[in-house]
């Protein structure tokens, strides 16, 4: 399978990475350029011994968080403009869209690591990725869950 198939195969993970870190649509955009050609620019590094799928977690997470540095350096007040509301949620999105709010308010790593545990990542494919050890993935896994429950306490009944 060649480099493309493989994006196309996995280009998921790119969407939910970006989406995870980035709120605005013109964000989620720029970011999701920027991982293609973080993608592309280090394929050539891609030495097989994990599946493409965790390498490309690994390349999209490192890649969200350093422009999300960029972004906070650079930003100053942001204009807030009126929007149009958006239509009605089904039930299952208003509560997809409470977790992913809750999930944003996480420690960058923490927020990778649920990221990934959210996907059934095993904890090994996890601490291959976010460069932890699997125990501390587990110790952080057990610890986040616990302050996701505290996020979400009032907001999911």
């Known amino acids: 399978m060649d480099f493309l198939d493989q994006i196309n195969a996995n280009i998921g993970i790119a969407h939910k ?4 870190y980035f709120r605005d649509s013109p964000d989620r955009d720029d970011v999701m350029q ?17 599946k493409f799928s965790t390498w490309m977690y690994s390349v999209c997470l490192n890649t969200a968080l350093t422009y999300r540095r960029r972004i906070r350096k650079s930003e100053s007040l942001s204009n807030k403009h009126n929007q149009i509301p958006a239509s009605p949620k089904s039930d299952k999105e208003e509560v997809t869209e409470i977790l992913s709010q809750a999930i944003s308010k996480l420690s960058e790593v923490n927020k990778a690591i649920m990221l990934l545990y959210l996907e059934d990542m095993s904890y090994e494919e996890i601490a291959e990725i976010t460069g932890l050890t699997r125990s501390n993935v587990s110790v952080r896994i057990m610890r986040t869950k616990k ?4 996020l979400l306490k009032d907001k999911i009944l």
């Not at 990475?17 to 995870?20: A, F, K, R």
């Not at 920027?34 to 994990?50: A, V």
């Open 34 to 50: 920027e991982m293609m050609y973080q993608l592309w620019r280090s394929h050539k590094n891609f030495d097989g011994r994990s």
């Open 147 to 150: 302050e996701l429950e505290s």
């Open 17 to 20: 990475v970006s989406n995870i």
